[in-house]
């Protein structure tokens, strides 16, 4: 399948700005089940400074805010061609080791409501797949999918004593409860393609776990699936905080407002 993808993220500031930098993860790569085949990045109100692989393997593009503006614009235009493999992304590649993945980050870990939800696990443990799967059915019908009740500062462990959160805490729980079972974890932060629209609310989030003989398996936690052919992976991260899209700080922006829009279309080949 290709996708077409344009995400834009506008930032309106209160008072113009007299320094700002921006680090955006924006940039999806070629990895098993998706190539790259066009992606164009521009700014208003900003000057890209620089380009670097950080060490999780994401491509990182940086961004200093013009000084004066009141308003930055982040345009992303792309295709990206996409397989259904399954979830199924393969062997372990990057400049952190697979151990690094096994210890807790304060997003992630487990307290006494995580561990009660894993407290309902009835697969063998040895039955690594199934266990999984299993363990992202327990998450999702202990935290109901609820816009507006978490942020991205909420801890896995403070959405499920909520029983409310998003997709980002769906992962954040599934990933930390995991890594208590032994299995290393880690975030990915992407693009989802609905089946009923074009436009949609914003980018999506998910966990992948390191299998033995399978290498980095996908779950989707809030939609109960591996991802497939209409998922377009960007980043990956211990957790939010390593592959969140957007991060940075600005100084004298007084109050921010924040708007994203972001289409997901399959593309025909004779376009």
């Not at 013009?66 to 372990?92: F, K, L, M, Q, Y």
Request: proline share 5%; aromatic share 6%; charged share 20%.
């Amino acid at each position: 399948m290709r996708l077409k993808i344009a995400h834009t993220t506008h930032y309106l500031f209160g008072q113009p700005v007299s320094h700002g930098l921006q680090r955006l993860r924006l940039s999806p790569k070629t990895t098993q089940g998706q190539k790259v085949l066009a992606w164009q990045m521009t700014y208003e109100g900003a000057i890209e400074q620089a380009r670097f692989e950080d060490h999780n393997h994401n491509h990182v593009v940086l961004v200093s805010v013009v000084p004066g503006v009141s308003e930055v614009t982040i345009r992303c235009e792309g295709v990206v061609a996409t397989a259904d493999n399954h979830g199924v992304i393969g062997h372990h590649s990057g400049h952190m080791p697979l151990w690094a993945f096994l210890s807790q980050s304060p997003l992630t870990r487990p307290g006494p409501k995580v561990r009660a939800i894993m407290s309902g696990l009835d697969v063998p443990r040895e039955e690594t797949v199934p266990l999984l799967h299993r363990l992202s059915t327990l998450v999702r019908e202990a935290i109901d999918y609820i816009p507006g009740e978490t942020s991205v500062q909420t801890t896995a462990e403070e959405a499920a004593t909520l029983g409310a959160g998003v997709c980002q805490d769906h992962a954040h729980v599934f990933i930390g409860a995991a890594r208590a079972l032994g299995r290393p974890a880690r975030y990915v932060s992407g693009y989802l393609m609905m089946d009923d629209r074009v436009e949609q609310e914003a980018s999506h989030a998910w966990a992948e776990v390191h299998v033995d003989g399978l290498g980095w398996v996908g779950f989707d936690v809030a939609n109960g699936i591996s991802p497939d052919e209409r998922y377009v992976r960007v980043a990956t991260g211990r957790d939010y905080a390593e592959a969140a899209p957007v991060t940075g700080l600005s100084w004298g922006a007084g109050e921010t407002r924040l708007a994203v829009t972001l289409a997901v279309e399959q593309q025909h080949q004779e376009q």
